[in-house]
């Protein structure tokens, strides 16, 4: 039984190679199909992981007063785009003083500047790196995580301590085969004193989130003195129950803050780290039906293109066909054989679709520094396909060739 299976696959080889300019375009329109499904899984699997990681990173419990809500609704040219007051230092102190909601952190921190260009010694980095001013509650509430050394405190903060936290990207540029801490570096001609050193982030969409500074508030502000910068706010919560009460009380406090009246609409921007990701998991499922319905459409087409091939090689290898029986062949060894030719052909396809579409994937995420991952779920669900499209698209000829009379076959031309 062995040696007959071996014999039919050998069989069904050799008629692959006879025909090896018609296989390979339906090899090439198999994969096609294929490259399509997994090339954009891929790609928006990469996308997902990148965005939702950025928003995880929050932390666990957390949301934002911001400028404006995290989508903006269009609104027609005649309309005016209502415009929200940049949340000033002035606000976020009150806000500090006033909310004191039960188990609640509040971080405060502004970007001063995304362009510094910070000196060690004889050593100098590219101007682009992002200096930021914060308070002790920026890196838990950030989901920032320590390489080595510590973060910033409540006594640097209040008493305005020459003293700074640096992301990985820095230590590299800076301090190759050197340990940071308590090194002291240069920032816009201040002197700061290294504290610790944060955990790689990589970068994102072209943000280096590994090139920034973090210095107290109060000292960023000395050094940063635009009139117009805005500030952010953060709140993270102990206790995951109490959210909801925490963010109506943050609501109703920066309300009182900003001075609006019971009817007016807020003018501000309030989003949950969990809200982000939500959202980013239903654009991205869009995506995934997109991916679905083109790759589809093409194996459909792949489809109709394998039985076509197969059919013709019934009609063109009818004498062979008689010859086999006339020797004792039974139908099941004619339909297996056809039937192998077709599930060859249709993994020649499946495996090349893969290859090309994590081609397309790694290429994606390298182009918009995303995070890639190996889509295992896509590369099974092409494998599977391939296959369906295989059985689906040999039944038939192989079940033709397997009814073909033998006399009749022998006197085909």
């Known amino acids: 039984m062995f ?4 014999e039919n696959i050998k ?10 300019l018609r296989t390979i375009l339906t090899v090439l329109i198999i994969a096609i199909g294929i490259m399509a499904l997994v090339g954009i899984l891929s790609g928006v699997a990469a996308l997902e992981n990148t965005i939702s990681s950025d928003f995880s990173s929050m932390g666990a419990n957390t949301f934002n007063l911001q400028r404006y809500e995290f989508t903006a609704q269009r609104q027609s040219g005649r309309e005016r785009q209502k415009v929200n007051p940049v949340i000033t230092y002035r606000n976020v102190k009150e806000f500090e003083d006033n909310y004191s909601f039960p188990f609640t952190k509040t ?17 100098k980095t590219d101007p682009e790196v992002t200096v930021l001013g914060a308070n002790e509650n920026f890196l838990q509430n950030s989901g920032l995580e320590l390489e080595d050394g510590r973060g910033l405190n409540f006594f640097d903060v209040q008493n305005n301590n020459a003293v700074c936290v640096i992301g990985s990207d820095l230590v590299k540029a800076l301090f190759e085969d050197v340990n940071p801490l308590n090194k002291t570096i240069s920032v816009r001609g201040s002197k700061f004193k290294i504290i610790g050193y944060l955990e790689e982030k990589g970068a994102t969409f072209g943000n280096k989130q590994d090139l920034r500074v973090i210095i107290p508030i109060q000292k960023a502000r000395s050094i940063f003195t635009n009139p117009f910068i805005n500030y952010n706010l953060s709140v993270k919560v102990d206790k995951k129950d109490m959210l909801e009460g925490a963010q109506e009380d943050a609501i109703l406090t920066f309300r009182n803050i900003r001075g609006l009246n019971p009817v007016e609409e807020n003018n501000f921007g309030i989003e949950r780290s969990d809200d982000l990701i939500n959202r980013i998991g239903s654009i991205s499922s869009y995506l995934y039906i997109a991916a679905w319905i083109i790759s589809i459409i093409t194996i459909f087409g792949s489809t109709i293109a394998l039985m076509n091939i197969m059919l013709v090689s019934v009609s063109e290898r009818t004498r062979e066909i008689g010859v086999r029986k006339s020797l004792g062949a039974k139908r099941k060894t004619i339909a297996f054989q056809f039937f192998m030719e077709t599930v060859i052909i249709g993994q020649l396809g499946g495996i090349l679709g893969i290859l090309l579409g994590i081609l397309i994937g790694w290429g994606i995420s390298k182009a918009f520094d995303l995070s890639f991952s190996t889509p295992w779920f896509a590369m099974i669900w092409a494998t599977s396909i391939a296959f369906i499209v295989a059985v689906v698209s040999g039944v038939y000829p192989a079940t033709k060739a397997a009814k073909l009379d033998p006399v009749e076959s022998l006197r085909y031309e």
Request: charged share 20%; aromatic share 10%; hydrophobic share 40%.
């Open 11 to 20: 069989i069904a080889f050799g008629s692959i190679k006879s025909q090896l």
């Open 3 to 6: 040696s007959l299976v071996k």
């Open 107 to 123: 971080s405060i921190a502004f970007t001063g500047t995304r362009t510094a260009e910070i000196k060690y010694g004889n050593e």
